[in-house]
């Protein structure tokens, strides 16, 4: 009853009982993944981020523990609210986010923390931009970095690669 009332309360738009219905449920039994959604989705709604982290943490956690992965929309969720209050685990959340996504938006962002990372080296970036040619997520630009890299690090065959990767994309012209 309990997890009906939550689910036709969120539909509402009535944040308060949807509350209100997942502390009564969390009597009975945990909430399940879609609970969990929920729960997190109310409080990301009503702008309650310290919730809206404690809920995504505590989703995130019963996945792991019945040998799951967290759902997307849960680690999505984490991840804004991290990046809303500036929370340090936003990094953490946003690799365990990218390990399971094809995602260009979030391949983007691990590739902005990668760019953005002090003293990382031409190796290390060169690994961050396989790994996203490899999921299919390379932006236009990261196809010239990648060639630049391999090429000044003498990999000319894989800085080759790299350009004719972006011709066939359409991100660069083969000629001009």
Known sequence: MYDVAMKLNYQAGDWRKVVESAAALKMIRPLDETGYEVLAQTYYKSDDMGNTIATSKEA????????????????????????KTKDEGYRST??????????????????????????ITDHQLLNVFRLAMRVGT????????????????????????ALEKAIMAGAIMRTG
């Open 60 to 83: 995130v956690a019963a996945a792991q523990s019945a040998g799951k992965r967290p759902t997307a929309s849960i680690l999505g969720m984490l991840l804004n609210a991290q990046a």
């Open 94 to 119: 946003l690799d365990q986010l990218a390990m399971g996504s094809t995602q260009a938006e979030v391949w983007g962002q691990v590739m902005d923390f990668a760019l953005a990372t002090k003293d």
């Open 138 to 161: 390379m932006r236009d630009t990261d196809y010239a970095a990648m060639a630049t890299i391999a090429l000044s690090s003498g990999i000319s065959i894989e800085g080759k690669t």
